[in-house]
T-cell receptor, first 109, second 113 residues
Framework: TQLLEQSPQFLSIQEGENLTVYCNSS?????LQWYRQEPGEGPVLLVT?????EVKKLKRLTFQFGDARKDSSLHITAAQPGDTGLYLC?????????FGPGTRLSVLP | NAGVTQTPKFQVLKTGQSMTLQCAQD?????MSWYRQDPGMGLRLIHY???????DQGEVPNGYNVSRSTTEDFPLRLLSAAPSQTSVYFC????????????FGPGTRLLVL
């Protein structure tokens, strides 16, 4: 059982569609992070959410931290092929970062 | 700044061979870590270090050793390679833990035959 669960595992959509991916845990996190990873590269940080209920926007990407700080969502508006990649959520647990298994997104032109 | 660098990019080993994966960062970060990434399992922590001279085990440490003699370098040693160690290995560094960004290297793709 993983500390962070992500859903869906895979998502394939057409350009212009909206989508939401989720990161859930039974544990409380002081903050959660979202990373995007492209093929053959390491993950790159998109955002860190710290306060329960917090909403952060990064162009067409909207991140929300749950009120209880156990979950987070990533919403993409009008997806583009450049959004294709593996989206990972991560948090600090004890002395380490822990990662979810990721959502693999494919945006078709 | 080069950020986090890893060598080699690709490696093929035979079962029982040993090797060292190199990782270096030029950002003066205290926290460094090694992960392995396997399909459907995200990133799993192998070993980490909170500063020079200090290392500790992560979730999947068996078969791997690390050392941290300097702030910049954090090599990962495979003692006797096994097919189960076939994976993509990422090194990462961070100024600290709480809310800090982790910077990842480009990865080393390892195949053990």
């Amino acid at each position: 059982t993983q500390l962070l669960e992500q859903s869906p595992q895979f998502l394939s959509i057409q350009e212009g569609e909206n989508l939401t991916v989720y990161c859930n845990s039974s544990s409380v996190f002081s903050s959660l992070q979202w990373y995007r990873q492209e093929p053959g590269e390491g993950p790159v940080l998109l955002v860190t959410v710290v306060t329960g209920g917090e909403v952060k926007k990064l162009k067409r990407l909207t991140f929300q931290f749950g009120d209880a700080r156990k979950d987070s969502s990533l919403h993409i508006t009008a997806a583009q092929p450049g959004d294709t990649g593996l989206y990972l959520c991560a948090g600090v647990y004890g002395q380490n970062f822990v990662f979810g298994p990721g959502t693999r997104l494919s945006v078709l032109p | 700044n080069a950020g986090v660098t890893q060598t080699p990019k690709f490696q093929v080993l035979k079962t029982g061979q040993s090797m060292t994966l190199q990782c270096a960062q030029d950002m003066n970060h205290e926290y460094m870590s090694w992960y392995r990434q396997d399909p459907g399992m995200g990133l799993r922590l192998i070993h980490y270090s909170v500063g020079a001279g200090i290392t500790d085990q992560g979730e999947v440490p068996n078969g791997y050793n690390v050392s941290r003699s300097t702030t910049e370098d954090f090599p990962l040693r495979l003692l006797s390679a096994a097919p189960s160690q076939t994976s993509v290995y990422f090194c990462a560094s961070s100024p600290g833990l709480a809310g800090e960004t982790q910077y990842f290297g480009p990865g080393t793709r390892l195949l053990v035959l």
